[in-house]
């Protein structure tokens, strides 16, 4: 059986190879001309949409598949009490140098959302996992462990790729191939995920869709900015209703 469609749990969630090429890359994490350059294009974005909905101020976050940090610590600049956790140790070593090197309250952890999610039910009031399930095989399990430790009410922030031709074409042809703005193999197709399948999948875990965004890129100016054509990349947000309302 393919491991994407298996619920046999005692088969870890993760991708080695994943997992081998973020560590491979992990000392150019802050670079903001590398390979990670997207991520840092698109984190002012992200982190004006996530602290607009749910006020990151005060706030206890989990961020899931946090790589280097840089969404956690933007987030904990922002007043909120932050922890990244992720199954890959270089980034995470990255990660814990960067935020001491800035002062950043911030901690790290190494494990996955669902081991992490044992002990933590209901711990947070923010949960965000970024451009991240579309490099595990079972997101599902993600997200049901990241519903599972956000409190009543409490947010929870996903972004990732959708599945269609347009996003092949954009995502991999043209930011592997022809702009080479990422090294080829980072995205596999049969990894993307629709919306209406994150939608389904989060619904299932009980949370309730608030907002969603896509995610635009200019090659021209080589900036993003959200709008409303979901086709590409996209970020839904979602809540945990608070006694049945959300
Ligand atoms: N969320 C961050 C980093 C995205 S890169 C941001 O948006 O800025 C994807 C990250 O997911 C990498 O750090 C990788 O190590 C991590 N990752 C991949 N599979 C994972 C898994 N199964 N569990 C936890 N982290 C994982």
């Given amino acids: 059986m393919d491991i994407a469609t298996t619920s046999d749990t005692s088969i870890p969630n993760a991708d080695p190879a994943e997992l081998t090429r973020f560590n491979a890359l992990a000392a150019r994490w802050w670079d903001e001309t590398s390979e990670f350059k997207p991520l840092h294009r698109i984190n002012p974005h992200r982190l004006e949409w996530i602290d607009a909905l749910c006020g990151l101020g005060h706030k206890a976050v989990l961020d899931v598949g946090c790589g280097g940090g840089i969404l956690a610590e933007a987030m904990a600049r922002r007043g909120a009490r932050v922890t990244g956790i992720d199954l890959a140790d270089k980034p995470l070593a990255i990660a814990r140098a960067h935020a001491l090197a800035q002062d950043a309250n911030v901690r790290y952890a190494g ?92 619904g299932a875990a009980g949370l309730v869709l608030c907002d969603q965004r896509g995610l635009a890129y200019n090659p021209l100016t080589q900036r993003f900015r959200l709008n409303r054509f979901m086709g590409v990349g996209y970020l839904l947000a979602m809540r945990r209703p608070d006694d049945g309302k959300v």
């Fill in 111 to 202: 494990s996955s959302a669902e081991d992490w999610a044992v002990g933590h039910a209901g711990n947070y009031d923010v949960v965000t996992c970024m451009e991240m399930l579309e490099h595990v095989p079972r997101p599902a399990a993600v997200i049901a462990a990241c519903a599972s430790m956000v409190k009543p009410g409490g947010w929870v922030f996903f972004s990732t790729i959708n599945r269609n031709p347009l996003s092949y074409l954009m995502a991999i042809v043209g930011v592997e191939y022809v702009l080479r703005i990422l090294p080829r193999g980072t995205h596999q197709y049969r990894r993307f995920i629709t919306p209406a399948e994150l939608t389904g999948m989060a």
